[in-house]
């Protein structure tokens, strides 16, 4: 109980601490000339057991993610440091966070040619591919790099970066990475390209991370893996724009890196990925494939989780957000995958023939991946497997969607969503049918006057899933969802919901949230039950287990 | 416990410390919608107010308030002189559906990218969409997270405060 | 941009196809054995010692003394750490031994910069071990670790041809075992001759050294025991290892076997044996 109470002080205080704080808006703090800023964040949950859904009492009783960044800057200068706190880490995040502390400090100084930084620091090559340092709070994802990073422009259009460092585990810091990078922008160094419509950049990057030997036993028994202790990812990346039309590329190797993500084999490792679009006004086209073949690189080979990654290999799949088409998100198979998404918008003009009085937007996305044909040569300790470049193997994931949003007067606008989804469980980790779902979406808002908006949503979703105890899956089924929503100006918004698996699956989840936003703070309080799923942002997706039961969340910047 | 009492009380202790506007970083990396890599200094608009908007492809509300804004953007501009300015912040999943996006809804903003979200952290965003209000000098003077229907329009009371050289508070 | 492709290139190790896996001398390969005859609970003693200490010939005296007491139930060893007082003096051998130096920073020896240092069968003694000053004599730990009830039997042969040598480890549990237990093979050699600091200040060019660790043949903390630790249960390991250094002198070389905990490095029991072509 002591516990619960001292959180209940602190979340008081931080209450109080950020009306204080919005009683300033948007001013920083003045200190030795420089400026102070920050942001705050404080996540609650209260959950209790509930048998149906899978949710299990909390011996804490009330569990606490808490996290404030404070940033120093003046001029070139600045510097910052991230106190984190899980006193009880909310439901689905891992349980190695507990406990608090600085989990993040930098110094840094940059001017227009010139930027350095020591300590923890977020860092990016292309598009990621053979270097990503990054943070997903909302993942509870961390992999900053502890070290030195380095940009330097020699010239106009050339950026080289260089780095080293640690990588964050939780509380500690494990591997070496080393890395480099250049990249060159063709109408800034070539004088007669400086006005050409053509645009053209260039890049490449190199990474490497050192291991000390360790003992593997290979499946032969008396032996071990031989090692490398060094491995290396580089890439080679091309931007090309010219008016509407764009085109990116980007191929990326890797050594041999036998590590737990792909059970210890020697294979090399490599990834493409090709980006086109058209757009003019009113209307878009893109393109994406993308082969990945063994490109899971982590810092740490005998570490599993999702900690430790080098590298970030995102999925091209439509980032849904709807509840019900976002209910079996893609993960990219870092170990192979092959995978192919276009992505079509177009706006009818208002008073056309399907355009009617204000216009109507349409937008059709469509995927499909699948695994890599491959050949087994052998487990642990061998080549592993060889991989045909255009074969392709098991379907993993497939959608289809198509969103028309039209406003039907100059205080309705309605958005309706047809969404079929091909769902392979196996990028889940587990074996079982594939599942096919169609999903039904109606989303109104009535804007009544400037105070008072209204929003409706209505989901449905039919599936060829079934319940079954032994996996477990409580999304199976076929589902209704409602929702209501009302803003009272900018300020306030209550919301009411319910998931309901009305067809062979399990369920009732429903959920009460009441919002205040006042400059860039806000502060939520949701009651009810969340389903246990799997949240993806990014390429990163994460379990969240059931929960019954209050959360609250408060935010600010300063 | 008693640490982090210590640390939130500290915090306060900045709260109440002189007051003062932020000026808008200068020296971020970003990046043009044709892939070249430019310094956030490139966003100036000749000492009339400029609105910053964090937003990603994926974000229903920040589409929602990019596009209501589009609808009055022209009256907007020709008013008070404002520009508004898009950060996406989308990574590497859906950075190259920025441009097309930004096309396909017809928006006349000018956009760059955050791909590393350093401007985000410069700015200490959590969540999107988050818009700040930047004066002639460059000072950040308002910041409001997320976005209802409507209100674009309080905004725009406080961009027209801004041009008429009143002070926002 | 091209050189930091190509970096690429130089910048990792490429093992060719037909060396992804290694014969393991560090973890060996594991069979069924059988009872142990000798029962016997031996003293594991390590002594940190060096040849600018001017100390550590009067210890190498009082354990020459302990030795000749105890017979085959002390098994001695004695290491170099990579210190300032192990330095060889002039010209003579250099019997510093990296995965000593490792195991004298991990047990605190090197930290403390004491010599000379030992440790009776690495007894753990708060949240490190029971470090003492041999000068003033070794039979209380030894008396100490003899008297505990055995819990592992243990012995071993080796054949050598060469350089290289077979070693097989016979492994009796004697009662049963909680947690991860290791078998840590080492190597020393006997009568190095090598200048050596003496008490009297002066150096001793003919000074004899013995039990010096040249290598230590499994991983640095031994070779995970393939068993479930149940009293009764009987395992028989056989380790291939090549003595690749021609400086040692293999024919004054012994194999020293551990069976500690892998958790406290604890040491169970030991055994020794020679593997001299001479015998």
């Given at each position: 109980m002591k516990s619960i109470r001292a959180k209940i002080i602190v979340f008081a205080a931080v209450t109080v601490a950020m009306q204080c704080v919005t009683s300033t808006v948007a001013k920083a703090q003045g200190i030795l000339g420089g400026h102070v800023t920050g942001n705050v964040q404080f996540d609650g949950q209260l959950s209790k057991r509930d048998t149906i859904i899978g949710s299990s009492d909390v011996p804490e009783k009330l569990l606490t993610n808490a996290r404030a960044d404070i940033l120093y800057t003046?001029?070139?200068?600045?510097?910052?440091?991230?106190?984190?706190?899980?006193?009880?880490?909310?439901?689905?995040?891992?349980?190695?966070?507990?406990?608090?502390?600085?989990?993040?400090?930098?110094?840094?100084?940059?001017?227009?040619?010139?930027?350095?930084?020591?300590?923890?620091?977020?860092?990016?090559?292309?598009?990621?591919?053979?270097?990503?340092?990054?943070e997903d709070r909302y993942l509870g994802l961390d992999n900053a790099l502890r070290g030195i990073n380095v940009t330097y422009r020699p010239w106009k259009g050339v950026t080289l970066k260089g780095l080293v460092g640690q990588q964050r585990y939780f509380w500690d810091t494990k591997g070496l990475v080393r890395g480099m990078d250049a990249e060159v922008s063709f109408n800034d160094i070539i004088t007669a390209w400086n006005e050409s419509k053509t645009r053209f950049t260039l890049g490449g990057s190199f990474v490497s991370k050192y291991e000390e030997d360790e003992t593997i036993l290979a499946d032969i028994s008396g032996f071990k893996l031989n090692l490398p202790k060094n491995v290396a990812a580089s890439s080679v990346r091309m931007d090309l724009n010219r008016g509407g039309f764009g085109l990116q590329a980007e191929y990326a190797f890797k050594s041999q890196d036998p590590s737990i993500v792909n059970d210890y084999i020697y294979k090399n490792g490599n990834a493409l990925w090709l980006s086109a679009s058209y757009s003019q006004k009113g209307l878009s086209a893109n393109i994406q494939a993308k082969r990945v073949d063994n490109m899971g690189f982590k810092s740490v080979r005998s570490i599993s989780?999702?900690?430790?990654?080098?590298?970030?290999?995102?999925?091209?799949?439509?980032?849904?957000?709807?509840?019900?088409l976002s209910m079996y998100p893609y993960a990219t198979q870092s170990t192979g995958e092959m995978g192919l998404q276009a992505d079509f918008m177009y706006k009818f003009k208002k008073e056309s023939l399907l355009g009617g009085k204000y216009g109507t937007d349409i937008h059709i996305n469509a995927s499909l991946i699948t695994g890599l044909d491959t050949t087994v040569l052998g487990g642990k300790g061998t080549e592993?497997?060889?991989?045909?470049?255009?074969?392709?193997?098991?379907?993993?994931?497939?959608?289809i969607s198509l969103e028309i949003a039209k406003k039907l007067s100059s205080k309705v606008k309605l958005t309706a969503t047809y969404g079929y989804v091909v769902f392979n469980p196996v990028v889940e980790g587990h074996a079982g049918d594939i599942h096919h779902n169609h999903v039904a979406i109606a989303d109104l808002t009535w804007k009544i006057n400037r105070k008072n908006v209204l929003r409706f949503e209505a989901e449905w979703m039919g599936s060829d899933s079934h319940y079954d105890p032994i996996v477990d899956d409580k999304r199976a089924g076929d589902w209704i969802m409602g929702l209501v929503e009302y803003n009272f100006t900018s300020a306030w918004f209550v919301s009411l919901s319910d998931q309901y698996a009305y067809k062979d699956g399990v369920g009732n989840y429903y959920n009460l949230s009441v919002g205040y936003t006042k400059g860039a703070t806000r502060l939520q309080v949701g009651y009810g039950k969340q389903r246990e799923g799997i949240i993806c942002i990014g390429g990163v997706c994460r379990n969240v287990p059931a929960s019954n039961g209050l959360t609250f969340s408060l935010t600010t910047s300063f | 416990m008693k640490k982090s009492i210590l640390f939130l009380a500290a915090m306060l202790v900045f709260g109440f410390a002189m007051s003062q506007n932020a000026k808008l970083p200068e020296n971020i990396s970003i990046k043009t919608l044709d892939g070249k890599t430019v310094e956030t200094s490139i966003i100036k608009n000749d000492g009339h107010p400029i609105i910053i908007s964090f937003w990603a492809t994926w974000c229903k509300p920040c589409n929602r308030e990019l596009n209501a804004i589009k609808e009055v953007y022209e009256e907007w501009q020709e008013e008070t002189g404002v520009k508004l300015v898009a950060i996406s912040i989308d990574d590497s999943r859906s950075a190259s559906k920025v441009k097309p996006h930004v096309d396909g809804n017809g928006w006349e903003y000018e956009v760059y990218l955050d791909q590393n979200?350093?401007?985000?952290?410069?700015?200490?965003?959590?969540?999107?969409?988050?818009?700040?209000?930047?004066?002639?000098?460059?000072?950040?003077?308002?910041?409001?997270?997320?976005?209802v229907d409507g209100s674009e329009e309080e905004l725009f009371e406080l961009v027209k405060k801004l041009a008429n050289g009143e002070k926002i508070n | 941009m091209l050189a930091i492709v190509s970096a690429a290139a130089i910048g990792c190790d490429k093992i060719d196809e037909n060396n992804y896996i290694v014969y393991s001398g560090a973890s060996g390969e594991w069979f069924d054995g059988t009872p142990v005859e000798d029962h016997s609970q031996r003293a594991f003693l390590e002594k940190y010692t060096g040849v600018r200490c001017n100390n550590c010939p009067t210890a190498d005296q009082v354990i020459a003394a302990a030795s000749s007491q105890y017979g085959d139930k002390l098994v001695v060893v004695s290491i170099h750490d990579s210190n300032t007082l192990q330095r060889p003096i002039g010209d003579s051998p250099d019997m510093r031994c990296p995965d000593g130096d490792t195991w004298s920073k991990a047990l605190g020896v090197f930290g403390a910069?004491?010599?000379p240092m030992a440790l009776v069968n690495r007894k753990p003694s708060g949240n490190g071990w029971e470090r003492f000053n041999p000068v003033g004599g070794v039979s209380t730990q030894i008396d100490e670790a003899l008297a505990a009830a055995p819990s592992v039997a243990l012995s071993l042969s080796a054949d050598r041809v060469d350089a290289s040598i077979d070693i097989n480890v016979y492994i009796e549990y004697l009662s049963t075992l909680s947690g991860k237990q290791t078998v840590t093979l080492l190597l020393i050699e006997d009568g190095i001759i090598a200048t050596q600091k003496m008490p009297n200040h002066s150096d001793s060019a003919g000074y004899q050294h013995n039990h010096i660790l040249r290598d230590v043949i499994t991983d640095l903390w031994g070779a995970d025991i393939d068993a479930n630790g149940q009293a009764g249960t009987c395992r028989k390991a056989r380790f291939s290892y090549t003595a690749a250094n021609q400086e040692w002198n293999l024919d004054r070389c012994h194999i020293i076997a551990l069976v500690s905990d892998k958790e406290s490095k604890k040491v169970y029991n030991s055994a020794q044996c020679s593997i001299s072509a001479e015998k």
């Open positions: 003046n001029g070139n200068f600045s510097a910052g440091l991230r106190y984190e706190a899980y006193l009880g880490p909310m439901l689905g995040f891992n349980s190695q966070y507990t406990g608090q502390g600085i989990a993040n400090y930098f110094v840094s100084y940059k001017t227009q040619t010139f930027a350095v930084t020591a300590g923890h620091f977020y860092e990016q090559f292309g598009s990621g591919m053979t270097m990503r340092a990054y989780g999702e900690m430790l990654y080098i590298n970030y290999t995102p999925s091209i799949t439509k980032q849904h957000t709807y509840a019900f592993g497997y060889s991989s045909s470049f255009f074969g392709t193997g098991e379907t993993y994931y497939g959608d | 979200q350093d401007f985000k952290r410069a700015m200490n965003v959590v969540n999107v969409p988050h818009t700040f209000l930047i004066d002639g000098e460059g000072n950040i003077v308002w910041q409001h997270t997320s976005y | 910069g004491e010599y």
